[in-house]
């Protein structure tokens, strides 16, 4: 196992200070590493992501190499070549488990943002400190723009957020943690190769979702009554100017559409098992409420905006890898998993064989068919 920083890497160097999981404690289990802490349904700081991570390296015997940065992956007739800053390796075959969100994605038009205005990406941030007193923008409401809209506004600053698609849920659902209703109606469980329109679910953004001893529910009507400024989609810069998209009403309905039918599955679900009078009644939360009248543009040069954090998403990054298997979206091809290379494979990406492949307690299912696919590539070459 080759990491060019230490274990748990990307926990420890591309995360902001306040992060917390958004799965809750029992959720977050590792192969053989299950929470047996006092708080099941809390929700761990990244210092006990680190702890646990760790903790699997240790218990699990990993021949992990750390301080090993593989700089190239080339075809060789009987495998591989592997570069690394500390040497080549052959092999039969690789499994690239490099991470899903390596890099931030920042739309090209960034480049055309005033030199006045600061801006930063979620690795940069850390904590609000950092940033120049004054208004900040923050773009994208999935999980990371509404986790970090709320800590700046807190913070004193007036924030402004950048609204596109989203994925709208409430914390908890019935009583239970939304995401314990994930897991137990199966819909977590759903395969990559039943799934209607796979690419769309593979660039779903995240949900709307946030970790806190409170369990509070982070979505825009939260941010709203904080006193947060909803804008649309940010479409381009124009002469100095922010131009926003005016189609709040749809991405709203969009949103609390799907909401509304994600929990009718989860009401379907828990009639047909027959456990509904285990849980509180079905309720559903009030729609987002549009604006007025949302701005359509803002004036980048006036001061108004000092910062701008974009929480655009991420993706990964294969540079090293030279095989010609990453379309021009920059994403692996692959079959679950089963990358169109003999030989090579992949962990770790969204719906790679369920709904749930991109979260920590998703990936050992998928291991499991992934790394028996593997044993008979070794064991037959095909
Ligand atoms: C902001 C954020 C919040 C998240 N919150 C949750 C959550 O609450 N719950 C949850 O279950 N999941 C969450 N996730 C998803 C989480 O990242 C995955 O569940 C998990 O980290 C995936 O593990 P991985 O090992 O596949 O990828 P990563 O954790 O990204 O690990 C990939 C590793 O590969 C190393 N690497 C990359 N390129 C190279 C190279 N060329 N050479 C050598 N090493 C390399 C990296 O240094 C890194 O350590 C979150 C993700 C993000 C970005």
Redesign the pocket.
């Given at each position: 196992m080759?990491?060019?920083?230490?274990?748990?890497?990307?926990?420890r160097?591309?995360?902001?200070d306040s992060?917390?999981?958004?799965?809750p404690n029992w959720?977050?289990r590792l192969p053989g590493l299950r929470y047996e802490g006092p708080d099941p349904d809390g929700?761990?700081t990244m210092q006990e992501?680190t702890e646990l991570?760790e903790r699997l390296a240790k218990v699990s015997g990993a021949p992990v190499r750390t301080g090993?940065?593989?700089?190239s992956v080339r075809r060789a007739d009987d495998g591989y070549h592997v570069a690394?800053n500390r040497g080549k390796i052959r092999c039969r075959a690789v499994v690239i488990?490099?991470?899903?969100?390596?890099q931030p994605a920042v739309p090209a038009f960034s480049g055309a943002v005033p030199e006045s205005v600061e801006q930063l990406t979620?690795f940069g941030y850390r904590h609000p400190g950092q940033l120049p007193d004054g208004g900040v923008l923050v773009v994208g409401a999935s999980?990371?723009g509404v986790q970090l809209a709320a800590e700046l506004h807190r913070s004193g600053r007036p924030v402004t957020l950048s609204v596109g698609e989203h994925v709208r849920l409430p914390r908890t659902y019935r009583g239970r943690d939304v995401l314990w209703w994930m897991d137990a109606s199966g819909v977590w469980d759903q395969r990559y190769d039943e799934v209607e329109d796979l690419t769309r679910a593979r660039g779903l953004p995240?949900p709307q979702?946030v970790?806190t001893p409170e369990r509070t529910t982070l979505d825009l009507n939260a941010l709203t009554s904080m006193g947060v400024e909803m804008v649309g989609r940010w479409a381009a810069v124009r002469d100095g100017r922010a131009l926003f998209s005016g189609g709040l009403r749809n991405v709203f309905s969009l949103a609390d559409l799907k909401m509304r039918r994600l929990l009718d599955t989860f009401d379907e679900w828990a009639l047909t098992s027959g456990r509904d009078a285990e849980f509180e009644p079905p309720e559903r939360p009030v729609p987002t409420p549009v604006p007025q009248a949302s701005r359509l543009q803002l004036d980048l040069g006036s001061g108004e905006v000092r910062t701008i954090v974009w929480a655009t998403g991420?993706r990964p990054?294969y540079?090293?890898l030279d095989v010609p298997v990453v379309d021009a979206k920059g994403q692996l091809r692959h079959e679950g998993g089963v990358v169109d290379s003999p030989g090579l494979y992949a962990?770790?990406?969204p719906v790679l064989r369920r709904r749930k492949s991109?979260?920590?307690?998703?990936?050992e299912d998928d291991a499991r068919e992934v790394i028996e696919h593997l044993a008979q590539y070794l064991d037959t070459g095909r």
């Amino acid at each position: 196992m080759l990491e060019r920083g230490e274990v748990a890497n990307s926990w420890r160097r591309e995360r902001w200070d306040s992060l917390r999981l958004l799965t809750p404690n029992w959720q977050s289990r590792l192969p053989g590493l299950r929470y047996e802490g006092p708080d099941p349904d809390g929700y761990m700081t990244m210092q006990e992501v680190t702890e646990l991570v760790e903790r699997l390296a240790k218990v699990s015997g990993a021949p992990v190499r750390t301080g090993t940065n593989v700089t190239s992956v080339r075809r060789a007739d009987d495998g591989y070549h592997v570069a690394t800053n500390r040497g080549k390796i052959r092999c039969r075959a690789v499994v690239i488990a490099s991470g899903a969100c390596n890099q931030p994605a920042v739309p090209a038009f960034s480049g055309a943002v005033p030199e006045s205005v600061e801006q930063l990406t979620p690795f940069g941030y850390r904590h609000p400190g950092q940033l120049p007193d004054g208004g900040v923008l923050v773009v994208g409401a999935s999980a990371t723009g509404v986790q970090l809209a709320a800590e700046l506004h807190r913070s004193g600053r007036p924030v402004t957020l950048s609204v596109g698609e989203h994925v709208r849920l409430p914390r908890t659902y019935r009583g239970r943690d939304v995401l314990w209703w994930m897991d137990a109606s199966g819909v977590w469980d759903q395969r990559y190769d039943e799934v209607e329109d796979l690419t769309r679910a593979r660039g779903l953004p995240s949900p709307q979702l946030v970790g806190t001893p409170e369990r509070t529910t982070l979505d825009l009507n939260a941010l709203t009554s904080m006193g947060v400024e909803m804008v649309g989609r940010w479409a381009a810069v124009r002469d100095g100017r922010a131009l926003f998209s005016g189609g709040l009403r749809n991405v709203f309905s969009l949103a609390d559409l799907k909401m509304r039918r994600l929990l009718d599955t989860f009401d379907e679900w828990a009639l047909t098992s027959g456990r509904d009078a285990e849980f509180e009644p079905p309720e559903r939360p009030v729609p987002t409420p549009v604006p007025q009248a949302s701005r359509l543009q803002l004036d980048l040069g006036s001061g108004e905006v000092r910062t701008i954090v974009w929480a655009t998403g991420f993706r990964p990054d294969y540079e090293w890898l030279d095989v010609p298997v990453v379309d021009a979206k920059g994403q692996l091809r692959h079959e679950g998993g089963v990358v169109d290379s003999p030989g090579l494979y992949a962990l770790g990406l969204p719906v790679l064989r369920r709904r749930k492949s991109t979260f920590m307690c998703g990936i050992e299912d998928d291991a499991r068919e992934v790394i028996e696919h593997l044993a008979q590539y070794l064991d037959t070459g095909r």
